[in-house]
């Protein structure tokens, strides 16, 4: 789904969430990635296709789940995006889910830390998202993420149980994050 056209009222929780996202993205960004990191300007809304992928990695086992979140520039110039992704789950009717968001190491995959990541046109980023459903769970149906940790976000299908409405989320990498 692309950035364009999304809507553009967020709901308080997501606005939250999505904040301390922009806040951890940002002011943590640091170094570069890929040539030409430091000519590439932000990715602006409009360019930026999320989606969800195994990466060729399965990601599931006591009581834990994972996939994959990939942003795609789908503009015609380089451009840049750093830090973590902002989210927010919703439920049936997306109806805001209060969601808590763990930035850093998953059950599966270690943070690669929040950098500077330069995506030529057609080129993708990914993070390492985990969740577990063992215990009381938040049954969520969409997956609010926001590339950039701004406003600007996409939604997702995501039905699935979330223990607490937790997530955790790795930093956006030029390859999908891995166990070391």
């Not at 209060?98 to 080129?123: C, E, N, Q, S």
Request: hydrophobic residues 35%; positive net charge; proline residues 5%.
């Amino acid at each position: 789904m692309t950035i364009r056209g999304l809507r553009t009222a967020v709901t308080t929780t997501a606005a939250v969430v999505l904040a301390a996202g922009a806040s951890a993205g940002i002011a943590t960004a640091a170094g570069t990635g890929g040539s030409g990191a430091a000519a590439a300007g932000a990715c602006a809304p409009g360019t930026l296709k999320v989606t969800t992928t195994t990466a060729g990695s399965g990601q599931a086992g006591m009581s834990h789940e994972g996939t994959y979140l990939k942003v795609t520039n789908t503009g015609k110039t380089n451009c840049a995006i750093s830090g973590y992704p902002g989210l927010a789950l919703e439920g049936a009717g997306h109806s805001a889910i209060k969601t808590k968001v763990h930035r850093g190491d998953t059950y599966f995959a270690k943070d690669p830390g929040a950098h500077r990541v330069t995506l030529k046109p057609g080129k993708s980023a990914y993070a390492d998202l985990v969740w577990s459903h063992a215990g009381p769970s938040a049954k969520a149906k969409y997956l609010q993420v926001s590339p950039t940790g701004g406003n600007a976000h996409g939604i997702l299908p995501f039905a699935n149980d979330v223990d607490g409405g937790s997530l955790s989320v790795t930093a956006w990498s030029a390859t999908p994050p891995r166990a070391s």
